[in-house]
């Protein structure tokens, strides 16, 4: 294959790992916001939820941009927090909402790693 084309296939890789990392992340916020229990924080909850999804809209953009590196340290931090939230399930420390969380984590990781490592 021609260098460009491959360079294209990845950056194609990236862009879907961009998207997936928002909508999957959106999804966890929707469901760990809907399993808290309320907190009394009254209007300041929703300045701290459109600054989240500021932060995941630049995030990725970034990772649709190819920034390798970042991508890499998102997969790793996201297939960490899925260790340890599987400890805690398994140690009966974990909240309600971590077995509905579990899934996006999972396909958050696989969409970083495909774009990181090259998998299919």
Known sequence: ????VIQELNLKKYRQAGIGFFILNLIYFGLAVAFLPPMGLGGSIYIGLAVCILFLGWMSWLIAGGRRKLTLICAVIFALRFFVSVRQMMVG????????L??????????LGRAVWDWP
Do not use: G
């Open 102 to 111: 579990l899934p996006c984590l999972i396909l958050t990781f696989y969409m």
């Open 1 to 4: 294959m021609n260098e460009s």
């Open 93 to 100: 420390e974990a909240f309600l909402v971590v077995p509905y």
